[in-house]
């Protein structure tokens, strides 16, 4: 089974610049997640997906970022303009089941992620 | 909100010795990840653990989880150089809009010395 798909691997760009990321999660799952690592730290959620729509995205600073998820198989997130402080990794996570309660709730799936620096 | 706290977040053991890893969350969950990342790499699931008093184990890994305490322990047990890695939990959460979702802690960096 293939795993999660991320490009690019790395990115570097200069501030006010703009820059793609894009995900193709595992074959099948429904749940696809947006996190934001900052070195040092623990992945942080920016935007959660189930199927083509938007679950949660209260942690997305929505004034440079965007997202979306057509036709609820890959995603692009974007980043306009960028910042330093934007300066991170971008990992992109799926899991098999919708992301409700109950005994649906599947462990994520990672892909290896998009290194971006920002100068 | 839901905190997550890691400790140590920097561990130095030598081969051979047994070491535990603490993890403590703020609010009721009874959902808590393990996972491991490697330098440059993305991360691994290691372990879920379900529900108060899971115990599982993988190899010199073994993971507990104490929901009355908020509180989950990854113990190693005479470690090996291949054990090098950041190892990072996560806990599951109602974002309150009828989903779930992982926070996580900030990580614990183990370096397995020879």
């Known amino acids: 089974e293939a795993g999660v798909a991320q490009s690019p691997r790395y990115k570097i760009i200069e501030k006010r610049q703009s820059v793609a990321f894009w995900c193709n999660p595992i074959s099948g799952h429904a749940t696809l997640y947006w996190y934001q690592q900052i070195l040092g730290q623990g992945p942080k959620l920016l935007i959660q997906f189930q199927n083509n729509g938007v679950v949660d995205d209260s942690q997305l600073p929505k004034d440079r970022f965007s997202a979306e998820r057509l036709k609820g198989v890959d995603s692009t997130l974007k980043i306009q303009p960028a910042k330093l402080e934007d300066s991170a990794v971008y990992l992109c996570a799926s899991s098999p089941r919708l992301g409700m309660g109950g005994p649906y709730r599947e462990t994520q799936y990672f892909g290896p992620g998009t290194r971006l620096l920002v100068l | 909100e839901l905190k997550v706290e890691q400790n140590p977040l920097f561990l130095s053991m030598q081969e051979g010795k047994n070491y535990t890893i603490y993890c403590n969350y703020s609010?009721?969950?009874?959902?808590l990840y393990w996972y491991r990342q490697d330098p440059g790499k993305s991360l691994e699931s290691l372990f879920v653990l379900l529900s108060n008093g899971a115990v599982k184990q993988e190899g010199r890994l073994m993971a507990s989880l104490d929901t009355k305490a908020r509180l989950s322990t990854l113990h190693i047990t005479a470690a090996v150089h291949d054990l090098s890695a950041t190892y990072f939990c996560a806990v599951e959460g109602s974002s309150g809009a009828g989903s779930y979702q992982l926070t996580f802690g900030k990580g614990t960096k183990l370096s397995v010395i020879p």
């Open positions: 609010t009721t969950s009874d959902r």
